[in-house]
């Protein structure tokens, strides 16, 4: 148990559908993360929240729409994707932003059809 | 552009014996380097940090070295076990805190 949990493990969706992920962290951090896992590549990080504010979004398509409500909350709504989109969605946290140490929940893996 | 560069093939290593990964990367100056374990289906845990001005740290059966001048860190797990066995990925940290992932190099203990 890392102290971020995620939800759901995992997700079938059509290209048409609409979806959120869900992520909630029990850390009292101040920093949560969003990144895309696609097989064999590297982790890239779509969406960085400091304190319920975005402060990071790097280039990521507007079909994915982040969220956060308050520092232990972290959604990722998700509509109209493309199956190139079909990968492990993770959050993360950590104390403060850029902070030395990152937190992983589960993560939910996606696929879409 | 930067770029991380870790073994893309399986490391399979009996048991009992020392495995060694390799980070290497270029266009970058991290301020310090972070190692992660990481499961099939899990997210990345945490393992050890390594600073610049640190040639070596150990934590229990692990040992990482960072080279600045060869732009290099070398993973060591010794007296590997079969639970050993995951991805372990290194992330470059500059000094904002910002980090990159490498692919990760994946290792295989067998008994």
């Known amino acids: 148990e890392t102290g971020v949990t995620q939800t759901p493990r995992h997700l079938v969706m059509g290209m048409t559908n609409k979806k959120s992920l869900k992520c909630e962290q029990h850390l009292g951090h101040n920093a949560m993360y969003w990144y895309k896992q696609s097989a064999k590549k590297p982790l890239e990080l779509m969406f960085v929240y400091s304190l319920e504010e975005r402060v990071e979004n790097n280039s990521v398509p507007s079909r994915f729409s982040p969220e956060c409500p308050n520092s232990s909350h972290l959604f990722l709504h998700l509509h109209t994707l493309q199956p190139e989109d079909s990968a492990l969605y993770l959050c993360a946290s950590s104390q403060d932003t850029y902070n030395e140490k990152l937190f992983f929940g589960s993560g939910t893996q996606l696929s879409v059809l | 552009s930067q770029k991380i560069e870790q073994n893309s093939e399986a490391l399979n290593i009996q048991e009992g014996k020392t495995a060694t990964l390799t980070c290497n990367y270029t266009n970058y100056s991290p301020a310090y380097l972070q190692w992660y374990r990481q499961d099939p289906g899990r997210g990345p845990v945490f393992l050890l940090l390594?600073?610049?001005?640190?040639k070596e740290k150990r934590k229990e059966r692990l040992k990482v070295t960072f080279d600045t001048t060869l732009k290099q860190s070398l993973f060591h797990i010794t007296a590997s076990q079969p639970a050993d066995s995951a991805t372990y990925l290194c992330?470059?940290?500059?000094?904002?805190?910002?980090?990159?992932f490498g692919a990760g190099t994946q290792v295989v203990v067998t008994p």
């Open positions: 992330a470059p940290t500059d000094s904002w805190g910002k980090l990159q």
């Open positions: 390594i600073r610049e001005n640190e």
